[in-house]
Nanobody, 122 residues
Framework: QVQLVESGGGLVQAGGSLRVSCAAS????????VGWFRQAPGKERTFVGI????????TYADSVKGRFTVSRDNAENTVYLQMNSLKPEDTAVYYC???????????????WGQGTQVTVSS
């Protein structure tokens, strides 16, 4: 199995940028589809973006399309979420997850990181 650790969260002003990372250990990340999800206080965990195994294809939630980009460096066993033009409503804990299916649904993923907090101030 694979272990995932997110990093790079923090506090940023609206309009700013942040990049969060998801580092994997235990197995090579190219064996998995990797998705990014987020969860705001009192709300359900929702889909943000997804990268296929080789980084050649990505899908995004409508709320982040054009602002967020998922990329991966399989040599470094790491997946990134670049977030630009951040808005206060992007404030949430961001999670990466690994699984075998290209899916926007949380139940499709077998392995999850612990999450990293992203806070966007207005």
């Amino acid at each position: 199995q694979v272990q995932l650790v997110e990093s790079g969260g923090g506090l940023v002003q609206a309009g700013g940028s942040l990049r969060v990372s998801c580092a994997a250990s235990g197995r090579t990340l190219s064996s998995y589809v990797v998705g990014w999800f987020r969860q705001a206080p009192g709300k359900e965990r929702t889909f943000v973006g997804i990268s296929n195994r080789y980084g050649g294809s990505a899908t995004y939630a409508d709320s982040v399309k054009g602002r967020f980009t998922v990329s991966r460096d399989n040599a470094e066993n790491t997946v990134y979420l670049q977030m630009n033009s951040l808005k206060p409503e992007d404030t949430a804990v961001y999670y990466c997850a690994a699984g075998g299916r290209y899916s926007t649904m949380t139940y499709a993923y077998d392995f999850w990181g612990q999450g990293t907090q992203v806070t966007v101030s207005s």
